[in-house]
């Protein structure tokens, strides 16, 4: 079925210049496998960026939960207390709790933890931090700074109290086993009822040949989620299930890259001549997060990474000082210069992309398989976040000399650490997918 001249074709097609963009996809294969993806894999692995704190069990606010995934391979596992940095925990005290007393009967089951088994006690704690430290009129307040906080973000962050901590490094994004009905219905929802459509479009996907039918703002939305949907699916093919059904309920199945699975998903053969295309959008997303994290340099360089551990909180700093200058080295940066120009109606425009952006954070709420959610949930969150540093015009003053000598960014405004552990997080997604890109082009080619 895939003869060789055929299951090249997935790449032959990805060469040259990426869609509204300056640059060539290989020269972003080159930068990226050899100077960002090293220094990410090691950063990410560091305890600031391993937790990230999500709230998995949020009512989907429009249609009923089907299909909570019964799989194994589509629970999250928690993380022990022990684990998690006591900087992390002397800040989070509330939701550290939670996390131990509110988990469904499968996190319990694989985590083991006695004190999962206390949800009671969790409960007064809970009550008891409410009711004793934070008075209605504080609490009316907070509500205000949210509200006005929210005016700039892309994504729907939530009330989160009752939020958990993961750590990504025990859950990796892999195959889950989450297709059919629920998961179109995400994708569905995604694309039909949430992306810009060039007009008298009826088709349910966008074809890329009518993508030039829209402007440049809603052709961009278009490509960063397609961006994304490929890197999931590159996820899934690169960690696939390789041993049989039954080892399903064993403790470790065998993992690794499915060949066959990646040309049915983006061979130009079996995916209409889109597959190539929905390739390059994830190029295109690289390119977008890259310049987010150039043009939030300043801010970042000034972070202080906090987890508790000063020893490692400094290699941090240091690690992340590093891969922003690489990162600044990049010759030919996306240009967000020319979005959003143009009076009022270039503001009712970035309003509407705003929203839209904020209904596909909404959404992953309904994503029926824990573990899909999670790394859905925190690659929108990070999205949601690049974008508010391109286009929120908080972040523009940000390049020198908008940042004065001593003057740290913090005096600014602020990210909150969900923000930024989720844009360096759905950049490693993005980075992890291009390498992995690399390996199936060299698998096509034995
Ligand atoms: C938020 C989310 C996270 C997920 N995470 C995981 C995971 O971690 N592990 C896992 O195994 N599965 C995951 N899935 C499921 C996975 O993405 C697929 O939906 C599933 O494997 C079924 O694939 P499919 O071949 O039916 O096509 P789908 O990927 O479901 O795509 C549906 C349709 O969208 C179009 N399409 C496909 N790719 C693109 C693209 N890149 N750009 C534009 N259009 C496109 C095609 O017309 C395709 O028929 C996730 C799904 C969602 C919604």
Same mark, same amino acid.
């Given at each position: 079925?895939?003869?060789?001249?055929?299951?090249?074709?997935?790449?032959?097609?990805?060469?040259?210049?990426?869609?509204?963009?300056?640059?060539?996809?290989?020269?972003?294969?080159?930068?990226?496998?050899?100077?960002?993806?090293?220094?990410?894999?090691?950063?990410?692995?560091?305890?600031?960026?391993?937790?990230?704190?999500?709230?998995?069990?949020?009512?989907?606010?429009?249609?009923?939960?089907?299909?909570?995934?019964?799989?194994?391979?589509?629970?999250?596992?928690?993380?022990?207390?022990?684990?998690?940095?006591?900087?992390?925990?002397?800040?989070?005290?509330?939701?550290?709790?939670?996390?131990?007393?509110?988990?469904?009967?499968?996190?319990?089951?694989?985590?083991?933890?006695?004190?999962?088994?206390?949800?009671?006690?969790?409960?007064?704690?809970?009550?008891?931090?409410?009711?004793?430290?934070?008075?209605?009129?504080?609490?009316?307040?907070?509500?205000?700074?949210?509200?006005?906080?929210?005016?700039?973000?892309?994504?729907? !962050?939530?009330?989160?109290?009752? &939020?958990?901590?993961?750590?990504? /490094?025990? $859950?990796? %994004?892999? =195959? *889950? @086993?989450?297709?059919?009905?629920?998961?179109?219905?995400?994708?569905?929802?995604?694309?039909?009822?949430?992306?810009?459509?060039?007009?008298?479009?009826?088709?349910?996907?966008?074809?890329?040949?009518?993508?030039?039918?829209?402007?440049?703002?809603?052709?961009?939305?278009?490509?960063?989620?397609?961006?994304?949907?490929?890197?999931?699916?590159?996820?899934?093919?690169?960690?696939?299930?390789?041993?049989?059904?039954?080892?399903?309920?064993?403790?470790?199945?065998?993992?690794?890259?499915?060949?066959?699975?990646?040309?049915?998903?983006?061979?130009?053969?079996?995916?209409?001549?889109?597959?190539?295309?929905?390739?390059?959008?994830?190029?295109?997303?690289?390119? !977008?997060?890259?310049?987010?994290? &150039?043009?939030?340099?300043?801010? /970042?360089? $000034?972070? %202080?990474? =906090? *987890? @508790?551990?000063?020893?490692?909180?400094?290699?941090?700093?240091?690690?992340?000082?590093?891969?922003?200058?690489?990162?600044?080295?990049?010759?030919?940066?996306?240009?967000?210069?020319?979005?959003?120009?143009?009076?009022?109606?270039?503001?009712?425009?970035?309003?509407?992309?705003?929203?839209?952006?904020?209904?596909?954070?909404?959404?992953?709420?309904?994503?029926?398989?824990?573990?899909?959610?999670?790394?859905?949930?925190?690659?929108?969150?990070?999205?949601?976040?690049?974008?508010?540093?391109?286009?929120?015009?908080?972040?523009?003053?940000?390049?020198?000399?908008?940042?004065?000598?001593?003057?740290?960014?913090?005096?600014?405004?602020?990210?909150?650490?969900?923000?930024?552990?989720?844009?360096?997080?759905?950049?490693?997604?993005?980075?992890?997918?291009?390498?992995?890109?690399?390996?199936?082009?060299?698998?096509?080619?034995?």
């Amino acid at each position: 079925y895939f003869t060789t001249d055929t299951s090249q074709s997935c790449f032959c097609k990805l060469k040259g210049r990426i869609d509204d963009c300056s640059c060539n996809v290989d020269t972003v294969d080159h930068f990226n496998n050899m100077k960002i993806f090293p220094r990410l894999q090691s950063l990410l692995s560091n305890d600031y960026f391993r937790f990230y704190k999500v709230h998995l069990k949020r009512d989907c606010p429009f249609w009923t939960d089907d299909s909570r995934c019964a799989m194994r391979y589509c629970n999250v596992q928690a993380c022990q207390e022990e684990d998690i940095p006591p900087g992390l925990k002397q800040y989070n005290h509330n939701s550290m709790n939670s996390i131990f007393g509110n988990q469904d009967m499968s996190l319990r089951f694989y985590d083991g933890n006695e004190d999962c088994e206390d949800p009671e006690a969790d409960h007064d704690d809970e009550l008891g931090f409410i009711n004793t430290t934070i008075s209605a009129a504080a609490y009316e307040e907070f509500e205000k700074w949210q509200a006005h906080d929210a005016l700039d973000n892309f994504c729907e !962050l939530g009330d989160d109290k009752d &939020a958990q901590y993961v750590d990504l /490094l025990l $859950n990796p %994004e892999r =195959y *889950t @086993g989450y297709k059919g009905k629920s998961a179109h219905r995400i994708w569905n929802s995604i694309y039909k009822e949430n992306c810009f459509r060039p007009e008298n479009h009826y088709d349910l996907f966008i074809q890329s040949s009518q993508l030039d039918r829209m402007c440049l703002e809603k052709r961009v939305f278009y490509r960063v989620i397609s961006g994304m949907h490929t890197s999931i699916n590159i996820h899934l093919c690169s960690k696939y299930l390789l041993s049989d059904k039954e080892s399903l309920i064993a403790p470790n199945g065998k993992w690794g890259p499915n060949l066959e699975e990646f040309k049915r998903r983006f061979s130009p053969m079996t995916t209409d001549n889109e597959g190539p295309h929905w390739l390059r959008n994830l190029y295109f997303l690289y390119l !977008l997060e890259l310049r987010a994290l &150039a043009k939030a340099a300043p801010y /970042l360089a $000034n972070e %202080e990474f =906090y *987890t @508790g551990s000063e020893e490692n909180d400094s290699d941090v700093r240091d690690a992340v000082k590093d891969l922003l200058s690489v990162i600044k080295s990049f010759p030919s940066h996306f240009d967000e210069s020319s979005m959003f120009t143009g009076g009022a109606q270039a503001r009712e425009l970035k309003d509407e992309f705003r929203q839209h952006f904020r209904n596909i954070s909404v959404i992953m709420d309904c994503v029926g398989c824990d573990k899909c959610k999670l790394w859905g949930k925190l690659q929108v969150q990070g999205i949601g976040t690049a974008l508010k540093i391109l286009f929120s015009g908080k972040f523009d003053s940000l390049s020198p000399p908008g940042l004065q000598p001593g003057q740290t960014a913090k005096s600014q405004f602020q990210l909150q650490r969900g923000e930024i552990v989720t844009l360096f997080n759905a950049f490693g997604r993005l980075s992890n997918s291009i390498n992995e890109l690399e390996k199936f082009r060299n698998l096509i080619r034995e």
